[in-house]
């Protein structure tokens, strides 16, 4: 396992955007498939968007595709979450994971996982 940490939560207003980062240690970075998960109050975790080992392939879940965007930097150990078009809707705790396996939309598939950022989107 690798220990994640996030980055860049907070209050935003409906229609704002927000980038979260989520660093993570050691060398290896690039041997582990990205992936953010998020969990709004009363509500089980749900994928949100995933990018693969090695060349940066990426999927999302149908409520976030054409607003967010994940990305990887491999020299920087850091994965990104650039999230636009926010509304109440997204508001969360945002978690990033990282698989040793592969990138997936399951989370029992990430090995590791950080502590969560809240993202709170205001109406």
């Known amino acids: 396992q690798v220990q994640l940490v996030e980055f860049g939560g907070g209050l935003v207003q409906a229609g704002g955007s927000l980038r979260l980062s989520c660093q993570v240690s050691g060398r290896t970075f690039s041997s582990y498939a990205m992936g953010w998960f998020r969990q709004a109050p009363g509500k089980e975790r749900e994928f949100v968007a995933s990018?693969?080992?090695?060349?940066?392939?990426?999927d999302y879940s149908d409520s976030v595709k054409g607003r967010f965007t994940i990305a990887r930097d491999n020299a920087k150990n850091t994965v990104y979450l650039q999230m636009n078009s926010l509304n109440p809707e997204d508001t969360a705790v945002y978690y990033c994971?990282?698989?040793?396996?592969?990138?997936?939309?399951?989370?029992?598939?990430?090995?590791?996982w950080g502590r969560g950022t809240q993202v709170t989107v205001s109406s």
């Open positions: 990018i693969s080992r090695r060349f940066g392939l990426t």
């Open positions: 994971a990282a698989s040793s396996v592969y990138a997936s939309n399951n989370q029992g598939d990430f090995d590791s």
